[in-house]
């Protein structure tokens, strides 16, 4: 026999009004038609006042999970984990797993979603900016296929210019390959001790034509002498490296200065790339590291910017547990800072 609400009704209403017979039975005068009646009548108000008591239960506990799925539906995620926790009333623990579950779900639904849109996006953009240098190169050919080779000084020209976009389409791709292999985690970081202070002169050795084209200086500062040991991916902290301070050359004034400065602090290193040219505004500061984000297209694009370059810094300083941050001024320059663990 199942326990349903009508059989526990009728089971206490028979409980309660035996015993309410029983007791009876002891008072003086009862007689058994009075028993009779009064068993009865205490048998039927009983089983309806428990049984109503029961549903009444029931009824509160179903309508609050209706609630809840209601909520749900319009997105309504108030409840806190430690007040699920606490409860032992079996119902309210259903409809609160209830709650929890249908929440996660609507979270991660949310997350694909999201993910979605960004794969939709990326897609647009490198589509676009795959067609830029392709659709140049394309037209330079052309036209010294349609005669314009006869003539030397335009062959000469248009080759240069489409070895030039072809430059650029490969610089990109070479950008593309190495964010999506930092986004979905395919390259992995190889640390070891490297001297931070060799590898920047490395990359102003690199970068040295690029800096005498606009007469922009190359510094180091260090407030202790020697070897600055932090515990990094040696290739790809030269790649972060490199990026800054092309950047602060490429976007700093002619004539410019860029300081890479070191300071030391308990267990790590401050790194510091400073320039002193026109700056970031401030309403683009926080979008710089998306990718394919310029301030200035035509400025970034004429120097061979894929775009990409802060996007790849910011992944392989996440790699690093680190965090990349930018301080600029309008016509004061621009710092980029990070922060590297010493080598024990
Ligand atoms: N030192 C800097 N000074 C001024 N603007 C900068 C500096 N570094 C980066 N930027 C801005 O941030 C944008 C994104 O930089 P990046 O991701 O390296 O792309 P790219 O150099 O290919 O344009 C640049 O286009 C530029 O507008
Ligand atoms: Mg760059």
Redesign the pocket.
Known sequence: MSLSPRVIAFLLAGLISALTAVFLTFVEGVTRSMLFVVAISSLIVSFFLILYTIEILVYREVNKMYKTIHKLRIKDFTISRSTLIKNNNPFKKLNDEIFVYVARKQKEIEELRRLEQFRREFLADVSHELKTPVFAAQGFIHTLIDGAVDDEKVRDKFLAKAAKSLDGLDALVKDLVALSQLETGEVKMHFEPVDLYQITLEVFEQLENTALARQTSLKIKTDQPGAVLVKADPQRITQVLT?LI???I???NDGGKVLVSFETEKKHYNVLVR?N????PPEHLNR?FERF????KS??KE?G???????IVKHILNAHKSKITVM?KPDKG?T?SFKLDKAE
Do not use: C, H, Q, W
Not at 277 to 280: E, L, R, W
């Open positions: 990026n092309e950047n602060a490429k976007y700093g320039d040219g026109p700056g970031i710089i984000y310029r301030v200035d400025r970034s120097r910017g894929t775009g990409l370059g802060l996007a600029s621009t980029f």
